[in-house]
C-alpha cells in the first residue's frame, strides 16, 4: 500500500462547477498537508498549505484536512478553464519537508470544459 | 528573476553515458532537494541536502549522486545511465523547518535512449 492515495482521473467537469479533489494516506505521522498545481511541462507551484487538521479558504480554493479520517480534500469554486491542470497532494512529517521532503500522491488530471 | 533553475530543460543521450543537471535556487534557503517524476506523473523525493547532511532515498540507485558546490547549488551526477532514468527530474528548496514549502525548478526531461 502507498503511503498517498490519488485517483489520477482524468476529471473532466464543466466550467462553473464545484470540483472536489481528494487523498488519503496512511502514515498517520504526517502533520503538514499541501496542494500542489502541475500545469503540463513545469513544476509543481503551490497551491494551500494546512496544518494538522481544519479548513483553509483561500479565493476560489478550500483545502480540508480530516487527520482521523486519514483525509485531505481540495474544493474550486467557479471552476475555470485555466484551472485544467494536474493536481498532487503532498504531506510531510516536518515543515517544509525537513530531511525526509515531501510525500506526494500520484495528481489528479483535472479538465474543465469551456 | 527565477527563484529556482536547472539546466538543461531537456537531456537526450545513450544508455551507458554519465550525464549532471544542474540546479541553482537565489532564495538563500537551507535546504535543497531533488525529485523523480516518472512516466506516470509519480513524484518520489531521491536526496535532501543542507549543507551538513546528505539524506538518501533507499531506492536510489548509486548511480545517482548530488554534489553541492556552495549552498545555492545542488547537482545531480548520473553514471552509466539506464533506460529506466528517463524520467523528469525536479529540484526543490526551502528554508528548512522554518518554511512552509519546497519551490520547485521548472524540471529537466531526460530521455535514455
Known amino acids: 500500500q502507498k503511503e498517498v492515495e490519488q485517483d489520477p482521473g482524468p476529471l473532466s467537469v464543466p466550467e462553473g462547477a464545484i470540483v472536489s479533489l481528494n487523498c488519503t494516506y496512511s502514515?498517520?505521522?504526517?502533520?503538514?498537508f499541501m496542494w500542489y498545481r502541475q500545469y503540463s511541462r513545469k513544476g509543481p507551484e503551490l497551491l494551500m498549505y494546512?496544518?494538522?487538521?481544519g479548513n483553509k479558504e483561500d479565493g476560489r480554493f478550500t483545502a480540508q484536512v480530516d487527520k482521523s479520517s486519514k483525509y485531505i480534500s481540495l474544493f474550486i469554486r467557479d471552476s475555470q478553464p485555466s484551472d485544467s491542470a494536474t493536481y498532487l497532494c503532498?504531506?510531510?512529517?516536518?515543515?517544509?519537508?525537513?530531511?525526509?521532503?515531501?510525500?506526494f500522491g500520484k495528481g489528479t488530471h483535472l479538465i474543465i470544459q469551456p | 528573476d527565477t527563484a529556482v533553475s536547472q539546466t538543461p530543460k531537456y537531456l537526450v543521450t545513450q544508455m551507458g553515458n554519465d550525464k549532471s543537471i544542474k540546479c541553482e535556487q537565489n532564495?538563500?534557503?537551507?535546504?535543497m532537494y531533488w525529485y523523480k517524476q516518472d512516466s506516470k506523473k509519480f513524484l518520489k523525493i531521491m536526496f535532501s541536502y543542507n549543507n551538513k547532511e546528505l539524506i538518501i532515498n533507499e531506492t536510489v540507485p548509486n548511480r545517482f549522486s548530488p554534489k553541492s558546490p556552495d549552498k545555492a547549488h545542488l547537482n545531480l551526477h548520473i553514471n552509466s545511465l539506464e533506460l529506466g532514468d528517463s524520467a523528469v527530474y525536479f529540484c526543490a528548496s526551502n528554508l528548512g523547518q522554518l518554511q512552509e514549502t519546497q519551490y520547485f525548478g521548472p524540471g529537466t526531461r531526460l530521455l535514455v535512449l
Open positions: 494546512t496544518y494538522s487538521s
Open positions: 502514515n498517520s505521522a504526517f502533520q503538514y
Open positions: 503532498a504531506m510531510s512529517v516536518y515543515s517544509g519537508g525537513g530531511a525526509d521532503g515531501l510525500t
Open positions: 532564495l538563500g534557503h537551507d535546504t
